[in-house]
C-alpha cells in the first residue's frame, strides 16, 4: 500500500510561482514512477510531469519550460515547482504514483488569479 499526501495548492497572481508537494509513505519500493496530474472544472484529467524511478521526466507541452517535476529521496517526496503561472493553470492538482496499481493523493486546489 502506498498513502500521498499533498501539500502546496493556493491562490497566486498570474506570472507568479508555487510549488506542490507529494510525501510518499508505505510500500514505497514498489514505487516505479510518479507523476502529477491536474483536472479543472468541467474538463478531463489530464497528465503535467511524471518521473520515473531513475530520474526521467516528462511534462504535457502546455507546462514545459514553465514546470519542474523533481524529488528528493531522503524525504520521500516529490515536488512540482511551477513559475510563470497562467489563469488556465487553474485546477485541482492531484498526485500520482505508480506501482502494481495506481494511487492517488487527495488534491490540492491551484487558483490564479488574472
Known amino acids: 500500500q502506498v498513502q500521498l499526501v499533498e501539500s502546496g495548492g493556493g491562490l497566486v497572481q498570474a506570472g507568479g510561482s508555487l510549488r506542490l508537494s507529494c510525501v510518499a509513505s508505505?510500500?514505497?519500493?514498489?514505487?516505479?514512477?510518479m507523476g502529477w496530474y491536474r483536472q479543472a472544472p468541467g474538463k478531463q484529467r489530464e497528465l503535467v510531469a511524471t518521473i520515473s524511478r531513475s530520474g526521467d521526466t516528462n511534462y504535457a507541452d502546455s507546462v514545459k519550460g514553465r514546470f519542474t517535476i523533481s524529488r528528493d529521496n531522503a524525504k520521500s517526496t516529490v515536488y512540482l515547482q511551477m513559475n510563470s503561472l497562467k489563469p488556465e493553470d487553474a485546477a485541482t492538482y492531484y498526485c500520482?504514483?505508480?506501482?502494481?496499481?495506481?494511487?492517488w493523493g487527495q488534491g490540492t486546489q491551484v487558483t490564479v488569479s488574472s
Open positions: 508505505g510500500s514505497i519500493f514498489s514505487i516505479n514512477a
Open positions: 500520482n504514483a505508480y506501482s502494481y496499481k495506481n494511487y
